[in-house]
């Protein structure tokens, strides 16, 4: 089997094994309502856009970006989703420090998407950024899709994968082009989790985020 192959059946793989976690478990569990999902996409994308607009990409306050996106994400949910049974596995220092790790990882990741996809030109939002549809996931996801017009080239469609949080919906998935971040991040973790286990997967986590985004 060539590394194509081997790359596929492994994303395959990985969006097979994460359908039980995305399922619903449990009497109760409810989907958010389209609507508030699709408010909760706006507000982020709206306030990252000032942010932007403010200073720009290279110059943004990056605590108060990550504050923003926190807000809007449940980046523990969704890293906990990523380790998948490797989260049972690991001891009580391993998980903090993995979620402390992920989440700025995660950031580099969204910051590295914001300078493909946005640039320095940013124009107006509304020129940029359009939802043009929702739809229910199972019975307690809604996916809220959209479409992104960068500085340069196609628009770029990206899909906002949400859940009912403790206060309103969260989003715990990012879908650009029909690939997922959730699934893409378990499968590349995965290769580092089969050879060195969960502390060589916080080594190298701990190497990727000094890197700059």
Known sequence: MGPASLRRRQLILGGLALLGALLPRGAGATAPPVATAEEVVRRLVDQVWRMLAEGGIENVDRDNLLAVVDEGADLSLLGRLV???Y?????????TEYLRLFRHYIFQTFVQRLRQYVGSDLGYVSDRFQVIASRRVGER???????VAPPTGQPVRVDWRLREGPEEPVIIDLIVEGISLLVTQRSEFAAVLERGGIDGLLSELRVRVTQPA
């Open 141 to 147: 996801d809604v996916l809220v899709q959209s479409r």
């Open 87 to 95: 989260w049972r596995q690991a001891n009580s220092r391993q998980r």
């Open 83 to 85: 380790l998948g049974r």
